[in-house]
């Protein structure tokens, strides 16, 4: 059964420190997405990638995030220095696209990283 | 700016009962229309999804209704069960938008046995 993975899937930690969640996409999908959970701002895009280069991270705070893809297994989102203003829920999602295929925008997520700043 | 405007917020229905929620959209380059449902503690996971030459989409107790000319969309969960209660965000995306999705706040959705 294909799935999304994350790790970790809670994380508390305190203003300052550095935070890094990591994401394992379904095995032959080509496209990443970042999202952030919260209950005042519902799921936003944080970023995305596609063939492992970012598309868009106009979403993220460039001064405190960071995603990258090392490789085609694995994404990172990292957060240096973390506030408490971050606690929220973290969402990897992934797909396969192929330009022109009807099936081609389905986003699967993943389980999710409950982060906690104090 | 892109959005998606999703309501109601929240819904409490009976079992049995007809759940509907509506999102409108403003970008006409979105061609692709989904409704994710998730479970607390879960991801959002897809529901149902429809394009724009249709008008509607039915897949067992659940149906979108879309309607181009107005960019408003909508879900409804027929014969709601307890099991329905999640949250339901409607999305847009597809090519138009690089296949990058634009989400609704969300629909908390309460089915009452």
């Known amino acids: 059964d294909a799935r999304v993975t994350q790790t970790p899937r809670h994380k508390v930690t305190e203003m300052g420190q550095e935070v890094t969640m990591r994401c394992q996409p379904i095995l032959g999908h080509n496209t990443v997405f970042w999202y952030r959970q919260t209950m005042m701002q519902g799921l936003e895009l944080l970023a995305y990638f596609r063939n492992r280069a970012p598309l868009d991270d106009s979403g993220m705070p460039k001064d405190r995030f960071s995603a990258e893809m090392p490789d085609a297994t694995l994404a990172t989102l990292k957060i240096q220095p973390s506030e408490p203003r971050d606690s929220a829920v973290y969402f990897c999602?992934?797909?396969?696209?192929?330009?022109?295929?009807?099936?081609?925008?389905?986003?699967?997520f993943g389980p999710g990283t409950r982060l906690t700043v104090l | 700016q892109q959005q998606v405007k999703q309501s109601p917020q929240s819904l409490i229905v009976q079992k049995g009962g007809i759940s509907i929620i509506n999102c409108a959209y403003e970008n006409t380059a979105f061609d692709y229309f989904p409704w994710y449902q998730q479970f607390p503690g879960k991801g959002p996971a897809l529901l149902i999804a429809i394009r724009p030459d249709v008008s509607e989409k039915k897949e067992g107790r659940f149906t979108i209704s879309f309607n181009k000319s107005a960019k408003q969309f909508s879900l409804h969960i027929m014969d709601s069960q307890p099991g329905d209660s999640a949250t339901y965000f409607c999305a847009a995306g597809g090519r138009g938008s690089n296949y990058k999705l634009t989400f609704g706040k969300g629909t908390l959705l309460t089915v009452n046995p």
């Open positions: 999602a992934s797909g396969l696209v192929v330009d022109g295929t009807p099936s081609t925008d389905t986003q699967y």
